[in-house]
């Protein structure tokens, strides 16, 4: 079992910063995919970034340039900074952790970002 707990979201204006923190319940980084995503009222979940087991980072075009996906293996947290919000950015950011064979997937549960205009 991987218990996964978001913090770090609010209230920002546009063209501010925000960093997510997603803390993982142990040294798990190595085995699994750990991952960004967002769900938008009346709008279906989607990747915002990950990190590959490989160690290789994947972004949405939405957010590159913009977001930063990053682990501290020693805080067994991955990190999401996020510059340059736009109101579009307004979701609920889940962090999810998915074994490199896929045997499983854990999501934590989530937290607000809200990015007025």
């Known amino acids: 079992q991987v218990q996964l707990v978001e913090s770090g979201g609010g209230l920002v204006q546009a063209g501010g910063s925000l960093r997510l923190s997603c803390a993982a319940s142990?040294?798990?980084?190595?085995?699994?995919?750990m991952g960004w995503y967002r769900q938008a009222p009346g709008k279906q979940r989607e990747l915002v970034a990950h990190i590959t087991c490989g160690g290789s980072t994947n972004y949405a075009d939405s957010v590159k340039g913009r977001f930063t996906i990053s682990t501290d293996n020693a805080k067994n947290t991955v990190d999401l900074q996020m510059n340059s919000l736009k109101p579009e950015d307004t979701a609920v950011y889940y962090c999810?952790?998915?074994?490199?064979?896929?045997?499983?997937?854990?999501w934590g549960q989530g937290t607000q970002v809200t990015v007025s205009s």
């Open positions: 142990g040294s798990i980084f190595n085995i699994n995919i």
């Open positions: 999810r952790s998915t074994a490199c064979n896929n045997a499983y997937t854990f």
